[in-house]
């Protein structure tokens, strides 16, 4: 996956849950690119967010393509499930799955993107012998549970060494980043090398959706 301009996946686990057919429809015509769908299991995260069930409702009413974040123990034993249910982009924790090589080839042999996920404390060097098949590399910049969070600062030269594995391995992997994303960081993440922000209570918490999604698109 290449690109040349910022995509923006808004977050939904900071959406009204119980109008979330009407946030969906929202989303999809305000400028967004992608849908971010938060999956916590209250095991690998201290928090627990919505399971199948909900992702299967918004993929009917979804017209962008679903980006799934498992924040879960052991992915590869419901990456299929996530991946019937409707995801596109489906994303899986580099701590919380033993054999990472096997888990992406299962998503990428079912004909969706593979995502790695690095909490703040993961290095990107942990990547280096997965980087050539991977689809995204997800950069979290908070620790992973929460919306809402301030964004850890730190990030942006780690986000500069994820830039330069994917170049030096030619890896076509784009950099996502998750957590305190807002119109004051994004120009900078962009300079960083960040094709995707994903940003929750920034788009959510905004009355006019559309106003901040073109704020964090802003070269
Ligand atoms: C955090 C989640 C994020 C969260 C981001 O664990 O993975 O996707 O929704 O929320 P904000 O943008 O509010 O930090
Ligand atoms: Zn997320």
């Known amino acids: 996956m290449k690109t040349q301009n910022i995509l923006v996946s808004p977050s939904i686990l900071s959406a009204d849950h119980a109008n979330i ?10 400028g967004a690119d992608w849908i971010h769908v938060d999956i916590m299991d209250g095991v ?10 909900i992702v299967k409702a918004v993929k009917k009413h ?23 249910a409707g995801a596109d982009i489906l994303t899986i924790h580099y701590e919380a799955e033993n054999h990472l090589h096997r888990a992406v080839w299962q998503i990428k042999n ?26 995204l590399v997800l950069i ?16 942006y030269s780690k986000i500069m060494r994820c830039k330069d594995l994917i170049l030096k391995r030619n890896s076509s992997a784009l950099i996502e980043v998750d957590g305190g994303v807002d ?5 900078q993440l962009a300079d960083a090398g960040v094709d995707v922000l994903v940003a929750g209570s920034y788009v959510f918490g905004a009355k006019d959706y559309a106003e901040n999604v073109k704020l964090l698109k802003v070269k």
């Open 21 to 30: 057919q009407t946030e969906i429809e929202k989303i999809n015509t305000c």
């Open 62 to 84: 979804a017209k962008l393509p679903l980006d799934v974040h498992l924040m879960m123990v052991n992915p590869q034993n419901y990456a299929q499930r996530y991946i019937d």
């Open 44 to 53: 690998f995260v201290p928090n627990m967010s919505f399971g199948l069930p």
């Open 110 to 135: 079912a004909g969706v993107k593979a995502g790695v996920a690095l909490n703040p404390a993961t290095p990107i060097s942990l990547l280096e012998e997965i980087i050539q098949d991977l689809d």
């Open 183 to 187: 119109n004051l960081n994004a120009k």
């Open 140 to 155: 979290m910049t908070v620790n992973p549970g929460f919306g809402g969070q301030k964004f850890i600062e730190n990030s």
